[in-house]
């Protein structure tokens, strides 16, 4: 040849063949990030008057995981707050039962609000592992809303937002919230406490998010109620920005 370079033999060009396809055999493959389960914190005031509140949401937990099964699942922890300085959590679980388990096993119980703890934790748990997501379903705030606003803007440079459902739209509460949700990049939309298929909706529309992000959700809202709808525009306003 003009270049002086020898041509390898056939036997040679099968070797290494045989050898680039070995290698590539004990290479692992890769991971589809858009299958990789969201995880959802589900928070609840478990204070004395929200026990018929409770008893809804057991029955509504379901459509969490519905909404986020073709995305590739969605793992939540259980967050409830009740009595004096009563917060709990539960392990991380990735089915309807074993979220069901655990909150039938809840009572509520009178007492206070306790939302910056319920904050503080989201915060500490997605410093370990990433939190997609956190709902807050209650319907007042007794406590310093600059706490509250603190974690809230902590959790956002995290990227964890918070939704906050409310119940009842108490006006103090109300204020809060929405600073809450703006401050974490999140949402408030208050919802009527006798129509189970909002709450329903807002449950799914959360999980959406949490396995798939804004895509997910805006495919989630369409055909859904004037509530998903305004929660969509919220999230995908903030994410473009």
Known sequence: ???????????????????????????????????????????????????????????????????????????IQLVYYRGFRECRSSGWVNNATALLQRMTAVSCLGGRTQIVRVLRHALKETTHQRVHAVVFVGDHMEEPVDDLCHVAGQLGLAGTPVFLFHEGGEPGARVAFEQVARLSHGAYCPFDAHSADQLRQLLGAVAAFAAGGVPALEAYGRGKGDTVQRLTYMVAGTSSR
Do not use: I, N, Y
């Not at 036997?11 to 590539?24: C, S």
């Not at 519905?66 to 969605?74: F, K, M, P, Y």
């Open 1 to 75: 040849m003009a270049d002086g370079k020898s041509v390898p033999s056939a036997g040679t060009k099968r070797d290494a063949v045989d050898a680039f396809l070995r290698h590539m055999a004990a290479v692992p493959a890769p991971v589809d990030m858009g299958r990789c389960r969201g995880r959802l914190m589900f928070a609840l005031d478990a204070t004395a008057s929200r026990q018929p509140t409770w008893d809804r949401a057991c029955d509504l937990q379901g459509e969490m995981f519905l909404a986020s099964e073709a995305l590739g699942g969605l793992e």
